[in-house]
């Protein structure tokens, strides 16, 4: 079992910046790929990046957060990042955190066996 928790969500300007934590329980946490989704009102969940469980080797980001978010994963916090730059009014939504053990399709929110309860970023124009 892995429980995930995020924080770090709140309100911002577009232009400004956020950094998402999404802290892990359980002692296999290494061996888990870890994945950013978000979901606006109305619309479906969204994959926004992932980090492979090996750490910096292995990163994919969705096209709308390129060049902008950064993935990142601590093994010894038991935690993954997720720093959001140059915000738009259209990032806005629930972020949640994501873990998978196998090693299917990354951006499909069905290949990931636990998720965390969200946390809400709201991007000002």
């Known amino acids: 079992q892995v429980q995930l928790v995020e924080s770090g969500g709140g309100l911002v300007q577009a232009g400004g910046s956020l950094r998402l934590s999404c802290a892990a329980s359980?002692?296999?946490?290494?061996?888990?790929?870890m994945g950013w989704f978000r979901q606006a009102p109305g619309n479906e969940r969204e994959f926004v990046a992932r980090v492979s469980w090996t750490g910096g080797e292995y990163t994919l980001y969705a096209d709308s957060v390129k060049g902008r978010f950064t993935i990142s994963r601590d093994n010894a916090k038991n935690t993954v990042y997720l720093q959001m730059n140059s915000l738009k009014a259209e990032d806005t939504a629930v972020y949640y955190c994501a873990a998978a053990r196998g090693g299917g399709p990354p951006t499909n929110p069905y290949e990931y066996d636990y998720w965390g309860q969200g946390t809400q970023v709201t991007v000002s124009s």
């Open positions: 359980g002692r296999t946490f290494s061996l888990y790929s």
